[in-house]
């Protein structure tokens, strides 16, 4: 299932807390950049519901792959889809299709877990002053460029680049840099406020004839 994850890496890994306890470092983060990403995001209603459209780029040495999707967030709930394949919360389960092995896995929804990164939570990053630490790396007339590097010497990540729109306060994109050479660019193309309706949040087999359902709930 490669293709389906390929998101969910950029998404829910890249961004998330690493496993061990993270080694601390003297120095604090930005205060300047704290307050940016503050002010970004302010500027969103999670809770009332927030649209995402998007393109990611992977690069892998030399091999370049391109894909596009859309993101509906609303408080805990969630709906991702990557090119067909989907990711879907309602806040008690966690739907993850594939398009082409129409199959689709239900787990139970752990807000704990480090798989669960969501769009909110990737906006109040700058309060993650345990997992990272950041700062203003360049700034022009259009916007900004923050750094994220891990406190955890150890973690995969060795850096995450996010770039926010001056006049507007949108986040225009972020790059993770992988320790294994690998870059994830996620670019934003539309970012706005919008209630979704309560059945964005579920999974319809019906819609998905022939689908294979593994349910991995306890």
């Known amino acids: 299932m490669k293709a389906y994850f390929n998101i969910v890496l950029f998404l829910f890994i890249a ?33 009332g519901g927030i649209y995402i459209e998007y393109k990611l780029t992977m690069e892998f ?17 969630y709906y991702i889809d990557n090119n067909g394949n989907l990711i879907i919360c309602d806040g008690k389960s966690v739907w993850m299709y594939n398009k ?15 798989e669960i990164l969501s769009p909110a939570k990737i906006l109040n ?8 630490f950041y700062a203003i790396t360049g700034e022009d007339s259009k916007g900004y460029k923050i750094e994220f590097k891990p406190l955890d010497e150890e973690s995969e990540i060795m850096k995450i680049r996010i770039e926010v729109d001056k006049a507007q306060q949108k986040l225009k994109s972020a ?7 690998s870059r994830y660019t996620f670019e934003v193309e539309t970012m706005k406020n919008q209630k979704a309706s309560s059945s964005k949040f579920k999974f319809d087999k019906a819609q998905y004839p022939g689908v294979t359902v593994i349910d991995l709930r306890e």
């Open 15 to 47: 961004f998330a807390a690493t496993a061990q306890q993270p080694k601390k470092f003297e120095e604090k983060s930005d205060p300047e950049a704290k307050k940016i990403l503050k002010k970004l995001a302010d500027s969103y209603d999670t809770k």
């Open 61 to 77: 040495g030399k091999q370049k792959e391109v894909q596009s999707g859309n993101i509906y967030q609303q408080g805990d709930k």
């Open 100 to 114: 082409k092995q129409n199959e689709v896995q239900i787990n139970d929804f752990d807000p704990d877990g480090e």
């Open 125 to 132: 990053i700058h309060e993650a002053d345990d997992e990272y």
């Open 175 to 181: 790059k993770v840099f992988s320790d294994d050479g």
